[in-house]
């Protein structure tokens, strides 16, 4: 499959990214080889622990390490309702808190409930959320753009209220001693406890690659394309015969197992949980992730939320400010540059160019800025 | 397994929701009034998103800060006049209004200004670079954060010690409620300044030209409208009706004035808009006394810590079964 470069628009072609352009047209083999040893050193981090990057004396790097993972899963997931799909949520900590309540009534003793392994209440936790995406889903997502995006937001506020108001739920006293994985160290202590983060952090990044391969293979599915049609023209694919509203549901679904996977995670790190960490704020700093590194683009939302939780645990000088510091770089971002730090790439559409070289010879040039772009003329031929 | 998931729906003997309904019963029309007086300070704050949704097809995320700024600005005014938190003065009538009065104006003035300067700064840009729907709203969220921010770096976490200019004393009993003094000036100060918003963009010139460019802005701009001054007269308009709400809300909860304060009664404002219909002036005023006393009753009958997710639940309902609210949308609509 080589690619040849486009003759005839040579100054578009310089518009392009030149990395990404680059990178995708590597020969599998290629890319795994720049991959694998990236990955190798990912795992590394929290062991090599490298003096610019780490975030000591202020902060413990091994759970600034996991804390950093667990944003970028949940930059993921909301990346399928928001990047994917351009369904705003932003109630997605509802989702997050849904998936951490789960593990925690189902493994600490301070719940009433039967208590099962961690391994067994992780599946559930995302089950029991996808459920609730199902439920918020259904009614609401007839709705669009604004109206949605204030209903999710209601929703993740209702799920706050229920766990301050509900008593099974134990409002702000909360669950202590959250179950974690199975495992011990050579002296018989636990693998993952609550002070290490390394071992957390490797749970975290492999499920991170598993759920990428995933999700990757959704996106380049038919269920995909779907949600790129729906993103950029919703009544177009209406009209178009696509069955827009089940896809819409299938997106809110997919992106609330991952939300309840990484409240999971989270619970069992921190091994307490309670209704003061699921507020709208947190809500927004997820979705501040995934708008800053650019909704739509799986490497932008990864970078978005290394910026929005590593940042501040490395500066913590900064720390107090953060909210203000990415209330102001949302505001500069929007204005500027509106599709993110990386715009979505979308990989459809390169390969529909590369059928219109096959066909006629000739490049089409299309734009592969993301959805919340503004159509310039110029950019598209 | 099943008995133990029964378990948790029935912990400890008890359901997870109780129902007080004698509570309910007795208190009804103390609710109802109680719940009037709130209603109209939410529809003051909903009018603020119906004209600016109205004209800009924008949900203004942050006008919850734009009157939890007023909000300051009471607190601030009365500090500076000397009022301490905690005992209430003795006032004469005159000088008593004399200092409503200038809260008033500085609350007014402050929120006035806030919203026209989130208009310049987040959403005239981005107007002008014909950004779509949604990027609006995230700018709308970054500036909500921004002016949060501020506050909270400014006087910290805690909600500033209530002021008191006036004690809330029953004037008369309805239906065996007492009604207060506070309650009163609340809703008739209130209903006054919607009639007042009502006239204004139905009767006057300037008015005109909000209903143009809220029906047609392009026709509007050739019919020689200036879209901008109108965008602008809005979120002015919005602003000072939110300045007037945030003395009302100091009025009736002194402990309004912190950081965070905004936010809920601003997700409740919009839900007062939209239960009424986003986009109509007559609308708002419905919707938020709705609301108001929903949430009364909600927490009646459920108890205090249900009055907030009454109000989102609300919100979800109206939204699911009537997006365009009781009465529609109708800014725009042209009436003589």
């Given at each position: 499959m080589t690619v040849t470069s486009t003759p005839t628009a040579p100054a578009a072609a310089k518009r392009r990214r030149p990395i990404s352009e680059w990178w995708n047209n590597l020969p599998r083999v290629q890319q795994w080889l720049v991959l694998v040893p990236l990955v190798v050193l990912i795992y590394l981090l929290p062991v090599l622990n490298p003096p610019i990057l780490s975030t000591q004396p202020g902060y413990n790097f091994p759970i600034a390490m996991f804390e950093v993972s667990r944003y970028a899963l949940v930059a993921i997931g909301l990346n399928i309702v928001v990047g994917q799909a351009g369904l705003l949520d932003l109630g997605y900590v509802g989702f997050f808190a849904v998936g951490a309540y789960v593990m925690a009534l189902f493994t600490s003793p301070d719940s009433t409930l039967h208590k099962l392994p961690f391994l067994i209440v992780l599946p559930i936790a995302m089950v029991v959320t996808m459920i609730f995406g199902v439920i918020l889903g259904t009614p609401t997502l007839r709705l669009r753009g604004d109206y949605l995006a204030i209903v999710t937001l209601g929703f993740g506020e209702i799920v706050r209220l229920l766990a301050d108001n509900v008593d099974p739920l134990r409002g702000n006293s909360g669950f202590q001693a959250v179950g974690h994985p199975p495992g011990t160290n050579a002296d018989g202590s636990a693998l993952f406890n609550n002070s290490d983060g390394t071992p957390w952090y490797w749970l975290c990044v492999t499920v991170i690659i598993i759920v990428l391969f995933l999700v990757g293979n959704l996106e380049r599915s038919r269920v995909g394309r779907a949600w790129v049609a729906i993103r950029d023209d919703e009544d177009a694919a209406e009209i178009m015969g696509l069955p827009t509203y089940k896809f819409k549901?299938?997106?809110?679904?997919?992106?609330?197992?991952?939300?309840?996977?990484?409240?999971?995670?989270?619970?069992?790190?921190?091994?307490?949980?309670?209704?003061?960490?699921?507020?709208?704020?947190?809500?927004?700093?997820?979705?501040?992730?995934?708008i800053l590194g650019g909704a739509g683009n799986k490497v932008g939302v990864l970078l978005g939320a290394i910026v929005v939780a590593y940042v501040p645990l490395r500066f913590q000088a900064i720390a107090e400010y953060k909210y203000l510091i990415f209330g102001l770089a949302l505001i500069i971002l929007m204005i500027f540059r509106p599709q993110g730090l990386l715009g979505a790439r979308q990989r459809l559409l390169t390969y529909g160019r590369q059928a219109y070289q096959r066909l006629l010879g000739r490049g089409e040039q299309i734009s592969s800025d993301g959805s919340l772009a503004p159509e310039t003329p110029g950019e598209k031929a | 397994m099943t008995h133990d998931l029964s378990s948790l729906v029935l912990a400890q003997g008890d359901s997870w929701i109780t129902f007080d309904v004698k509570g309910f019963l007795d208190q009804f029309w103390a609710n109802t009034i109680d719940g009037l007086a709130y209603g109209s300070i939410y529809a003051l704050v909903a009018l603020g998103y119906t004209l600016v949704y109205g004209v800009l097809k924008l949900i203004n995320f942050a006008h919850s800060e734009v009157f939890i700024y007023g909000a300051y600005a009471v607190w601030f005014t009365l500090f500076g006049l000397g009022f301490r938190p905690g005992?209430?003065?003795?006032?004469?009538?005159?000088?008593?209004?004399?200092?409503?009065?200038?809260?008033l104006l500085a609350a007014m003035a402050v929120s006035g200004g806030t919203a026209v300067l989130l208009e310049r700064v987040a959403y005239r840009p981005l107007r002008k670079r014909g950004a779509p729907k949604l990027v609006f709203l995230i700018t709308a969220i970054g500036a909500s954060f921004v002016l949060q921010q501020i506050l909270f770096i400014w006087r910290g976490g805690n909600a500033e010690q209530g002021i008191r200019l006036m004690r809330n004393e029953p004037v008369f009993k309805?239906?065996?409620?007492?009604?207060?003094?506070?309650?009163?000036?609340?809703?008739?100060?209130?209903?006054?300044?919607?009639?007042?918003?009502?006239?204004?963009?139905n009767r006057t010139k300037f008015g005109r030209g909000i209903r143009a460019v809220a029906q047609d802005p392009d026709t509007a701009t050739l019919?020689?409208?200036?879209?901008?001054?109108?965008?602008?007269?809005?979120?002015?308009?919005?602003?000072?009706?939110?300045?007037?709400?945030?003395?009302?809300y100091m009025m009736k909860v002194p402990q309004g004035a912190s950081y965070q304060g905004g936010f809920i009664l601003g997700i409740k404002a919009f839900t007062a808009a939209v239960l009424g219909g986003i986009g109509n002036l007559r609308g708002a005023l419905l919707g938020g006394l709705l609301l108001g006393v929903a949430e009364n009753y909600g927490q009646s009958l459920f108890g205090g810590g249900w009055r907030?997710?009454?109000?989102?639940?609300?919100?979800?309902?109206?939204?699911?079964?009537?997006?365009?609210?009781?009465?529609?949308?109708?800014?725009g609509k042209a009436r003589v």
């Amino acid at each position: 499959m080589t690619v040849t470069s486009t003759p005839t628009a040579p100054a578009a072609a310089k518009r392009r990214r030149p990395i990404s352009e680059w990178w995708n047209n590597l020969p599998r083999v290629q890319q795994w080889l720049v991959l694998v040893p990236l990955v190798v050193l990912i795992y590394l981090l929290p062991v090599l622990n490298p003096p610019i990057l780490s975030t000591q004396p202020g902060y413990n790097f091994p759970i600034a390490m996991f804390e950093v993972s667990r944003y970028a899963l949940v930059a993921i997931g909301l990346n399928i309702v928001v990047g994917q799909a351009g369904l705003l949520d932003l109630g997605y900590v509802g989702f997050f808190a849904v998936g951490a309540y789960v593990m925690a009534l189902f493994t600490s003793p301070d719940s009433t409930l039967h208590k099962l392994p961690f391994l067994i209440v992780l599946p559930i936790a995302m089950v029991v959320t996808m459920i609730f995406g199902v439920i918020l889903g259904t009614p609401t997502l007839r709705l669009r753009g604004d109206y949605l995006a204030i209903v999710t937001l209601g929703f993740g506020e209702i799920v706050r209220l229920l766990a301050d108001n509900v008593d099974p739920l134990r409002g702000n006293s909360g669950f202590q001693a959250v179950g974690h994985p199975p495992g011990t160290n050579a002296d018989g202590s636990a693998l993952f406890n609550n002070s290490d983060g390394t071992p957390w952090y490797w749970l975290c990044v492999t499920v991170i690659i598993i759920v990428l391969f995933l999700v990757g293979n959704l996106e380049r599915s038919r269920v995909g394309r779907a949600w790129v049609a729906i993103r950029d023209d919703e009544d177009a694919a209406e009209i178009m015969g696509l069955p827009t509203y089940k896809f819409k549901i299938f997106a809110f679904v997919s992106g609330a197992a991952v939300g309840g996977l990484s409240g999971a995670l989270y619970a069992g790190q921190l091994g307490f949980v309670n209704n003061q960490k699921f507020d709208v704020v947190t809500s927004m700093l997820f979705l501040a992730a995934v708008i800053l590194g650019g909704a739509g683009n799986k490497v932008g939302v990864l970078l978005g939320a290394i910026v929005v939780a590593y940042v501040p645990l490395r500066f913590q000088a900064i720390a107090e400010y953060k909210y203000l510091i990415f209330g102001l770089a949302l505001i500069i971002l929007m204005i500027f540059r509106p599709q993110g730090l990386l715009g979505a790439r979308q990989r459809l559409l390169t390969y529909g160019r590369q059928a219109y070289q096959r066909l006629l010879g000739r490049g089409e040039q299309i734009s592969s800025d993301g959805s919340l772009a503004p159509e310039t003329p110029g950019e598209k031929a | 397994m099943t008995h133990d998931l029964s378990s948790l729906v029935l912990a400890q003997g008890d359901s997870w929701i109780t129902f007080d309904v004698k509570g309910f019963l007795d208190q009804f029309w103390a609710n109802t009034i109680d719940g009037l007086a709130y209603g109209s300070i939410y529809a003051l704050v909903a009018l603020g998103y119906t004209l600016v949704y109205g004209v800009l097809k924008l949900i203004n995320f942050a006008h919850s800060e734009v009157f939890i700024y007023g909000a300051y600005a009471v607190w601030f005014t009365l500090f500076g006049l000397g009022f301490r938190p905690g005992d209430t003065p003795e006032l004469p009538v005159f000088e008593l209004i004399g200092f409503l009065l200038l809260a008033l104006l500085a609350a007014m003035a402050v929120s006035g200004g806030t919203a026209v300067l989130l208009e310049r700064v987040a959403y005239r840009p981005l107007r002008k670079r014909g950004a779509p729907k949604l990027v609006f709203l995230i700018t709308a969220i970054g500036a909500s954060f921004v002016l949060q921010q501020i506050l909270f770096i400014w006087r910290g976490g805690n909600a500033e010690q209530g002021i008191r200019l006036m004690r809330n004393e029953p004037v008369f009993k309805l239906f065996g409620a007492d009604v207060t003094n506070v309650t009163i000036i609340t809703i008739i100060a209130s209903v006054v300044l919607m009639l007042a918003t009502n006239m204004f963009v139905n009767r006057t010139k300037f008015g005109r030209g909000i209903r143009a460019v809220a029906q047609d802005p392009d026709t509007a701009t050739l019919m020689g409208v200036n879209k901008e001054r109108v965008i602008t007269l809005t979120f002015l308009i919005g602003g000072l009706l939110a300045g007037a709400a945030a003395l009302f809300y100091m009025m009736k909860v002194p402990q309004g004035a912190s950081y965070q304060g905004g936010f809920i009664l601003g997700i409740k404002a919009f839900t007062a808009a939209v239960l009424g219909g986003i986009g109509n002036l007559r609308g708002a005023l419905l919707g938020g006394l709705l609301l108001g006393v929903a949430e009364n009753y909600g927490q009646s009958l459920f108890g205090g810590g249900w009055r907030d997710v009454v109000a989102f639940v609300l919100l979800v309902l109206v939204l699911m079964v009537r997006p365009t609210g009781i009465l529609g949308e109708s800014l725009g609509k042209a009436r003589v």
